[in-house]
């Protein structure tokens, strides 16, 4: 009989949005390699609801979680602290979790919250991290993108937060896009370091993306479920990119299927990948590399 796949074994992961849909399977996956895996929510009740089911499909599985709003910036310092103090490495960094908002809200940082949830939170969360991945190397970074990338010909930087004209769309195909932006300038600047960053598609996925958006979302949740493929065969491209060996050494490719396939021509727009980093680190507060 052939033993279980114990690739990541002595590995350490971190994976956010890992409390449903294919974070949660994505983390599951990476224990049942071997991985120490830590998960990110907001819900204390969620996540150790999710830590019981992995460990009922895994009995040895190492898995903890840590509590935190990925809108809120000091929210992600903390985590970014708290992690530090459990963990002396990191091997994987999955930037997972993301939402659409029909109406415009704001974080706790007063920054529209589509940006500062699906883009500004990966920014912010990687760059807190990143001397642990270095450190660590080889290392891998993994950020969850989508193919509604391709509905935002640019960033709008002279309305970046959708104060003179929101659509929910709109604001969600722009922080795709701005997600791989993030991946391809932050692969540039990793270059020669044995960090890699690659971003994906996970497809069309049964989730809870459109949740808290009243009556609307549940329309499109279930008109998306006649449509979309399951959490575990939407996992299937984080967990290829977090531990096989055929992609130790690729960085700043957009993968979907498993397969690298080719983002939008804004995507790969430099001038615009630099200038948007710039912009995230002064919206997070962080230096500029």
Known sequence: MIGPNRSMAGKVCLVTG??????????KALAERGATVTIVGRSQERCAATLDRIRQAIPDADVDFLLAD?????????????????KSRLDLL????????F??????????????????????????LLDMLQSSAPSRIVNVASDAHRSARMIQFDDLEGRKR????????????????????????????QVTANALHPGLVATNIFAGNGIPGWFLRRGAALFAISPEKGAE??????SSAEV??????YFYRQQPTRSSLASRDEE????????SAELTGLPTL
């Open 70 to 86: 990925l809108s809120s910036q000091e929210s992600i310092r903390n985590l970014a602290s708290r992690f530090r103090e459990r």
């Open 94 to 101: 999955i930037n997972n979790a993301g939402a659409i908002f």
């Open 103 to 128: 109406e415009r809200r704001e974080s706790v940082d007063g920054i529209e919250l589509t940006l500062a949830l699906n883009h500004l939170a990966y920014f912010q969360l990687t760059n807190l």
């Open 18 to 27: 890992a409390t449903s849909g294919i974070g949660e399977i994505t983390a």
């Open 248 to 253: 130790s050494e690729v960085s700043g490719r």
């Open 166 to 193: 929101y659509s929910g769309f709109r604001a969600y195909a722009q922080s795709k896009l701005a997600n791989l932006l993030f991946t391809f300038e932050l692969a540039r600047k990793l270059e020669g370091t």
């Open 237 to 242: 491209t984080s967990i290829y990119l977090g």
């Open 272 to 279: 615009q990948a630099r200038r948007l980093w710039d912009r």
